[in-house]
Every structure is written in C-alpha cells, then in structure tokens.
C-alpha cells in the first residue's frame, strides 16, 4: 500500500478537479478526527459540509436540494436523473463499526434494492453493492486506522460496475441494469472513522 | 480510465502498477485441479476474486468448434486455430485451481510487498485421469499423449501472445485416481510425469519452473482397504523435486460428500498454496512436512517444520464435530492402543500402552458417508485437527483463516 502518511485532507484540490464532474457534488468533508456517526450527529459535520457544493450552488441552497441530517446519517433527498452514469469516491480512516453489522460510507438509493449503489465495509473489509444485490468485494488492503480511498462507478449504459480499490487497481463486472433516477443518498451510517472526502457524482 | 483518474484527483495517488514481465501459471491434475463446477450464483457471489493480472488466452478452440477457456480443452485437445489475445480470466463454468491460486498469489504478493507480475493461467487437467497420462509415453493410459499435446501447444499459444512470459510455477493436483497404486509405484510414475512436463516447459522457454504440489486427501468412503500410496509418496515426491508443498487436502470440505471441495475450501486451499509460494518468493521455505521422527519405548514424537518456529496447536473450531467426529486427533497406532495425543512446540507426541510397530496421521480408513450435512458436505475419512498456531487471515475470503493443517503421514517403526 502507498503510505500518505498523517497527510490531511486536501479540501479544494479534489473539489476543483471533481467539479467539473459533479451534478450532485459533496467534496470536501474534512471533519476532525472521532467518530465518524457521533461527528455527524453533533453537527461537526454540518459546519464542515457548509463549505460543499451542490450541484454548484450556495450552501444555502442544499438545505433546499434537501440535504440534511437524519440521526448519524447525512442524506440527500431529491432527484436526478435518469444517470447514465454513477461515481462514489470515498476517501476515508474507518476506525470500525457501529454494532456487528455493516457500515456504509456512501450509499445512492439504499431504499430501492434494484437500483441502489452502496460503498460499504464490515470488519472484514469493504465491498460495493450494486443493483439487484451484485457485490464485489475489495481487495483486503490496510484495514482500519489506514486512510484509504476507494470508489465505484456504475455505468449504466455500458452495462457495467466497476470499483477502485484502495491502492488504483480497477476491476468490472458486467451489470445490465436499465435506467434509474437518483432519489436519495445517504453517508455514513452506522460507520466509525473520519470521512475526509467523498464524491458522488451523477451524470 | 476514468474512475482511476477520479480515484488519483481524490486521492493523490499513483495507482499501483504491475512489474514488467509476464508469467505462466501452470497447474494440471484431475477434477480438483479442474476446480469447483460453481453455479452461476455461486461464481457471480465470487466475482470479486477477478484480478486483472490474471489472463487468459483468448480465441483458442477446441475441433468442435467451442472455445477454450480457462479450464482447458480436456481430452478433445486444440483444433488449428491460434490464441488471438488475452484477457482478464473469468470462469464460465469450473472455477480451474490455477485460476484461484493466481488471484491469491496477486493478492499475497501485494500484501507482503512482493513485485507484482501479469499471469497468464493454464490448464490441461482432465476429471478422473491417472497419473500414467500425465506423462508423454504414449504406452501410458488411455489417452496417450493428449495432456502433454495440449500442455505443449497451450504454452506455444501463450509464448506467441506474450513473448518472453517466464513459467512461474507448475502444479499438480492428482492422485485421487489412483490410490489404489502403493507408494512406490506412485512415485516412480509421478516423477516421470512431473519430469515430463518440466522438460516440456524448459524446452520451450528454457526455464525450468519449480514445481507445486498438494498433497491428495482421502474419500469420504475409505473404508475399503486400499493403500493411497499417492498420499505418501507426495511427501517423498515434495523432497524429491524441492517442491512448494501446498498441503494436504483432507481438510477441505467436500459438496458432494465424495472428495470434491466447495468453493470456499478450494479458495482456502489454493490460497495456502499461494500463500507458501509467495513466502518462497522472498526467499523463505515454508513447507509444512513431518521431520525425522523419535521413538522411545511406547513414544513417538514427530516434528513438523513449522513457520518460525510455530507451535502446533489443536484447531480451536474443528469442524468435525459435526461430521462424525474424530478420534485421537487423527492419530492411529498399530500394535498398540493410542493413549496420549500432546502437542510439544512443532512436535506431535503420539503415546501408546505398548511398543507400537507404526503411527499413522489423517489416514484413516472409514466410511463417513453417513454423517453428510443437510446440504450434502462432507469432511473426507481422513482427518486431523493439528493445524499450525496463528493462521494468517484470508486475503480472498475475509473472515476466515488459513489454517495449515499438518500433512497425512505414516511411521513405520525402525
């Protein structure tokens, strides 16, 4: 595994590059270091999420878009779509999990089991989910206490989820899946660790 | 790509790269090397095992016209047509053992900071032969030279493909065909097949690889009395050859409450051997065999060659249990009454009520059929619970470990 070091977060320097992207855009989240549910829940997250973009727009504007707080988790409620394409990017220090199930760092549409993307991990590493259950799990590289960034895309008109592991190998996997809309996205339930960034990006 | 450059601008990152230099993993056999037949379900549950280092060769058929993949083109052999290329190896039905050793050996090498290499994968193993087929006299077996034609013209494709691949290792996974050849008879008859093939590869690329082998496990019906001579003389073969023992395989869990492994226990056992092979490459001998055993009065303690040194323990969650049991540890004695089973450091101390003439370890003779779970599985007759302290994690199934059971052996008192 490359080794970053303590290298903090890099707030703006993925944002710029990533914008250009985004439709729906949450980058950068540096929170400070804790727990990843109980920073969320006291609002840390909130402050540092004043400074995201939302589809380009002003932070007041996201309370519009409908992104709030709903116990540990910070979701987005509202509507894109159809995507031809999804991007989770999660660059984050998990330091374990809520409880003994699984943790999610980012999830599109968790609520519609055909057409949801989860980044997810457990306490034996971290998987993606695509739609109607398909699951490809990461190569077990570092684990907790090691800041790691890793991803997927779903492309929907290629037919194909792809995932990034933690040190840029990519792998695919065929997945015929039509059309959907993004309704909700949801970051951070149940996980414990600091999210330094993290991107979502529907086209 | 895409999402690798998203992941770069995120994480400031190169992303890894594999070294230069391709290599040719070779390992043949009977249906266990051919792999787990994993349904549909099964194979897309386990798609996370797909690396993109592992390849195959692309556009090679067999003379009916199907295309050759990843498990070969059996007794069938090739028709004229040349490998087109290659691509990331996907199992379309057997999931072949080179293929899951590959991915694990891509994962180990990267856990322990090993140089990263393409493989290309190769099989040429065919469910139920002998070990007489595996070798280029055309005398031996039924079917001639098939095997070694098609090992032959495989490599010859994969050299055409990738000019200069280097053969990296060629395994074997046989001899449930034949344990009914005694042990001195198996040898001879492997270590002129293994010979044959190392020929065939040197050869062709004028590398002579070294040489993989596991070490065959007992039917889950070994009640009848034959010898398993293969399950000796692959101890003596390993020494033979300054092979990678990959272990033994009575420990896997069978589906087909015969002597075939689920998918899990083939991962588990392919990623041991990948796990051996990849302490090899740093230059450390990790063969798990029986060293010179010592016999005093009505004791018998017999060493193993343990990892630095490991102490051996008894598996904490056995799972025989559930399978109708075990005696002994797996420990049987002739001429006397097994009385004691201790664990000393590397060694396994076998105490008996009288001057026993021989110890046997894992080669029971039994029928277990009976004792199959609901859903068919099956442990094998033969059976031990010594496995090697603190097994490494598994790299492709999380959650599990990979516990080096200690091999079947025999002891004939002096």
């Keep these: ?203 | 790509m895409r999402l690798q450059s998203l992941w770069s601008q995120m994480s400031g990152l190169a992303p890894a790269r594999l070294a230069a230099g391709a290599q040719i993993v070779i390992i043949d056999g009977q249906s266990l090397a051919l792999g787990c037949n994993a349904s549909p379900e099964e194979r897309r549950a386990h798609s996370h095992h797909a690396r993109a280092a592992v390849r195959q060769l692309d556009g090679l058929c067999r003379p009916d016209g199907v295309a050759v993949r990843l498990h070969g083109p059996g007794s069938l052999g090739y028709d004229a047509r040349h490998a087109t290329g290659h691509s990331a190896a996907v199992p379309l039905a057997n999931v072949p053992a080179a293929f899951s050793f590959s991915q694990a050996l891509d994962l180990w090498r990267r856990r322990l900071g090993i140089a990263r290499h393409r493989m290309f994968v190769g099989c040429h193993s065919i469910a139920g032969t002998s070990i007489h087929e595996f070798d280029r006299d055309p005398a031996h077996g039924r079917l001639g030279t098939t095997i070694r034609d098609n090992h032959a013209r495989w490599l010859q494709e994969a050299l055409r493909v990738a000019p200069g691949a280097r053969p990296l290792v060629y395994g074997m996974i046989q001899g449930e065909a034949n344990i009914a050849m005694s042990a001195p008879a198996y040898r001879a008859a492997a270590a002129r097949a293994y010979g044959d093939a190392l020929d065939d590869i040197e050869a062709l690329t004028g590398i002579r690889p070294p040489l993989m082998l596991w070490q065959t496990g007992g039917y889950v019906n070994a009640a009848a009395a034959r010898p398993y001579g293969p399950v000796l003389a692959q101890l003596d073969l390993v020494r033979d050859f300054d092979a990678i023992f990959a272990g033994p395989l009575y420990p896997v869990l069978t589906f087909d409450n015969a002597v075939h492994p689920d998918l899990p226990s083939q991962l588990i056992h392919c990623e041991i051997a990948a796990y051996v092979f990849a302490r090899r490459e740093q230059g450390r001998n990790v063969n798990l065999l029986p060293g010179r055993p010592v016999w005093q009065g009505n004791t018998l303690r017999i060493p193993f060659s343990t990892e630095d040194g490991k102490p051996l323990i008894f598996d904490p969650d056995s799972e025989y249990p559930a399978y109708g049991g075990l005696a002994d540890h797996g420990v049987e004695a002739a001429g006397a009454r097994v009385t004691d089973v201790a664990l000393d450091g590397n060694a396994v101390v076998v105490t008996c009520d009288g001057p026993m003439t021989r110890v046997q370890i894992a080669l029971q003779a039994a029928d277990m059929s009976a004792h199959a779970d609901a859903r068919g599985r099956n442990h094998g007759a033969h059976r031990c619970d010594i496995i090697e302290a603190d097994p490494p994690d598994s790299l492709l199934l999380p959650g599990r470990k990979l516990k080096r059971f200690i091999p079947s052996c025999r002891f004939q008192r002096p």
């Design chain 1, 1 to 203: 595994m490359q080794d970053r070091g303590s290298q903090p977060g890099k707030p703006g320097a993925a944002a710029g590059a990533l914008a250009d992207l985004a439709s729906i855009h949450l980058d950068p989240c540096a929170a400070p270091p804790g727990p990843l549910s109980g920073l969320t829940a006291r609002g840390a997250w909130r402050a540092a999420l004043a400074e995201c973009a939302l589809a380009g727009g002003a932070p007041a504007r996201m309370t519009a878009e409908g992104l709030e707080m709903r116990g540990n988790i910070l979701r987005w409620t509202g509507r894109r779509g159809p995507a031809a394409r999804v991007t989770l990017l999660a660059d984050a220090t998990r330091h374990g999990v809520l409880g003994t199930g699984r943790a999610t760092l980012l999830a599109v549409n968790p609520h519609l089991p055909a057409c949801a993307l989860l980044l997810q991990y457990d306490r034996r590493g971290l998987r993606v989910i695509g739609p109607g259950g398909l699951q490809m799990l990461l190569a077990p590289i570092g684990g907790f206490g090691d800041r790691q960034t890793v991803g997927c895309e779903l492309d929907l008109a290629e037919g194909r989820l792809s995932v990034v592991e933690a040190d840029g190998e990519t792998r695919q996997s065929p997945l015929q899946v039509p059309a959907f809309a993004v309704e909700r996205v949801e970051i951070g339930r149940a996980c414990l660790g600091v999210l330094h960034a993290a991107a979502v990006i529907v086209e």
